[in-house]
């Protein structure tokens, strides 16, 4: 049973417009929502976070928006860059648990020139 | 050195073997986190260590034996490993006093158990 889903395997962009990377999960326990992007042979590297008492954070070209009645979170990459092809993962912690974070299966994206 | 840094890079052992993985924090944080990742799988958290007390071992097989002599040192020793047990094997730190903080990774140690 997953609480956090990304349905997208892999994602295919054009360099210069907009990759949208979505989220979905279960819990809604969930107060904190983190994107990670993982580069082959590295570890996960952290992007950018989100609370749940918010419902936008926005970091130079990333953006993570959430959307807690749907429990739906997406990250907005604009433009897009070939740099940013990697895997990239939602996290999710409930809340009052120490820092757990259950992970969705991961995006692969591409951003081609 | 900076960050979490995990050895060895890469590791093959025998089903009969014992042998152990380290992680290292120099972020100065109070918690660590080993997770397993197995091919097309999310990452699976396995055990957490909140100021060196082990506060969640997420039903994980007794052939892993975590340890944590302080808030910078993290081992997970392995004994007798089946081959599903080979995957990529994460260790991750935070600050969790401070709110809610991200964990960082270190690089893994990929496992082959032959």
């Known amino acids: 049973d997953q609480q956090v889903k990304q349905n997208s395997p892999s994602l295919s962009v054009q360099e210069g417009r907009i990759s949208i990377l979505n989220c979905d999960y279960t819990?809604?326990?969930?107060?904190?929502f983190l994107w990670y992007k993982k580069y082959p042979a590295e570890g996960p590297t952290f992007l950018i976070s989100?609370?749940?008492?918010?419902d936008k954070n926005e970091d130079g070209r990333f953006t993570v928006f959430l959307n807690k009645s749907a429990k739906h979170l997406s990250l907005h990459i604009v433009p897009s860059q070939p740099g940013d092809s990697a895997v990239y993962f939602c996290?999710?912690?409930?809340?009052?648990?120490?820092?757990?974070?259950?992970f969705g299966q991961g995006t692969e994206l591409s951003v081609k020139p | 050195e900076t960050g979490v840094t995990q050895t060895p890079r890469h590791l093959v052992m025998g089903m009969t073997n014992k042998k152990s993985l380290k992680c290292e924090q120099h972020?100065?944080?109070?918690?660590m986190y080993w997770y397993k990742q197995s091919a097309k799988k999310p990452l699976e958290l396995m055990f957490v260590?909140?100021?060196?007390?082990?506060?969640e071992n997420n039903s994980v097989p007794s052939r892993f034996s975590p340890e944590c002599p302080n808030s910078s040192h993290l081992f997970l020793h392995l004994h007798t490993l089946q081959p599903e047990d080979s995957a990529l094997y994460l260790c991750?730190?935070?600050?969790?006093?401070?709110?809610?903080?991200?964990?960082?990774f270190g690089d893994g140690t990929r496992l082959s158990i032959l």
């Open positions: 972020l100065g944080h109070n918690a």
């Open positions: 260590y909140n100021f060196k007390e082990q506060t």
């Open positions: 819990n809604s326990m969930f107060d904190y």
């Open positions: 989100i609370s749940s008492i918010k």
């Open positions: 991750a730190s935070s600050q969790v006093e401070r709110g809610n903080q991200p964990q960082h």
């Open positions: 996290a999710a912690s409930p809340y009052n648990q120490g820092g757990k974070l259950i």
